[in-house]
């Protein structure tokens, strides 16, 4: 169940007037952010099933909501509503669900060899280890190469932070890596 | 110190890299058409549901009066606050209690044409 979760004031991304979408410009920014976001919300919820509802809950709240009027800001603007709603179940789920990566989310079998998939099998039980906001700093930050400010607007925190937070999400994952004895060179 | 961060960032990038290319989910994403659509039906409703909200609460009150009413007829033994209401010397009782239940009118009617004009605004859009 997805309860409501105010925007707030601070997903008024920029100074200029928040417009309505379009039908056509609601569809092409979905067909080129929905896969994606959806691997985002499966990664920091650690649940395919509630990524499905949440990416569904996520663009119904942009379709209904007056978006900025820069189309450079969407993409951060549909992350951190489909964060908020990622944090407001946490809240409604308790802790432990939100730092629990289920199994569904693991790394599926039938691609590349068997060393490959216990690799990356590794790589998700590293990933899960992780805080729901570290995994999701680092993915924003690496996976979809958002920048500081971006990262930011995405998650709601100020610029100046993300740079001290992302620093502190990669010691701890590599810290992880380490004790998994995963180093750069199984990786390359 | 810098090159070990460095490589420190280089490995971090590719584990991240290594899960974004994991294969891709199974299950069809919805069609943004359907849900362009879903999130105009459920605009609608949020609509309809604003443009009653004052049909609502004047019927709530118009409730809480009834009820006062019966309450006080209740607590009064019958016919006697009726007859306290005939024999009052003042003579103000009963038409301040007749504009009461005018206003009470009015309260429900002018709830319900602003329902009305919220609801043929939104129409309009």
């Keep these: 169940m997805i309860v409501d979760v105010a925007l707030g004031s601070s997903l008024a991304l920029s100074g200029a007037e928040p417009v309505s979408v379009t039908q ?26 509630l990524a499905d509802d949440l990416l569904q809950e996520t663009y119904l709240r942009f379709c209904r909501a ?39 989310v693991a ?35 690496y996976a979809e190469g958002m920048d500081h400010r971006e990262i930011g607007r995405a998650l709601g925190l100020s610029r100046g932070s993300i740079k001290v937070l992302l620093f502190r999400a990669r010691r701890r994952l590599g810290g992880v890596l380490d004790r998994m004895g995963i180093g750069p060179e199984v990786l390359s | 110190m810098k090159t070990l961060e460095s490589n420190e960032e280089t490995r971090i990038h590719g ?50 009066l009834a009820a006062g009413v019966l309450a006080a007829l209740a607590g009064s033994n019958g016919v006697s606050l009726l007859r306290w209401l005939e024999g009052s010397a003042s003579g103000l009782v009963l038409p301040l ?7 009470g009118g009015g309260l429900v009617l002018a709830a319900g044409a602003a329902a009305g004009r919220n609801l043929a605004r939104r129409g309009e859009r």
Excluded at chain 1, 24 to 49: D, Q, V
Excluded at chain 1, 108 to 130: K, T, V
Excluded at chain 2, 18 to 35: G, I, K, T, W, Y
């Design chain 2, 97 to 103: 209690t007749l504009s009461l239940f005018l206003l």
């Design chain 1, 66 to 104: 007056r978006v900025p009027a820069s189309r450079s800001e969407w993409r951060a603007y549909v992350y951190r509503i489909g964060m908020n709603l990622a944090a407001d179940w946490w809240r409604h789920s308790g802790r432990r669900a939100a730092e629990t990566l289920e199994a569904d």
């Design chain 2, 15 to 64: 584990v991240v890299r290594a899960l974004r290319d994991a294969p891709p989910p199974s299950s069809e994403l919805p069609d943004p058409a359907v849900l362009w659509r879903k999130a105009r039906l459920l605009e609608a409703l949020e609509a309809r549901r604003g443009a009653s909200r004052p049909v609502q609460t004047a019927h709530w009150i118009s409730l809480s």
């Design chain 1, 24 to 49: 056509s410009e609601f569809e092409t920014f979905y067909r080129e952010t929905a896969r994606p976001l959806w691997g985002y919300l499966a990664r920091i919820c650690g649940n395919r099933a």
């Design chain 1, 107 to 141: 790394t599926p079998e039938g691609r590349g060899g068997e060393s490959d998939l216990i690799l990356r099998q590794g790589l998700d039980r590293a990933f899960a280890a992780l805080k729901p906001r570290e995994r999701a700093l680092l993915w924003l930050a």
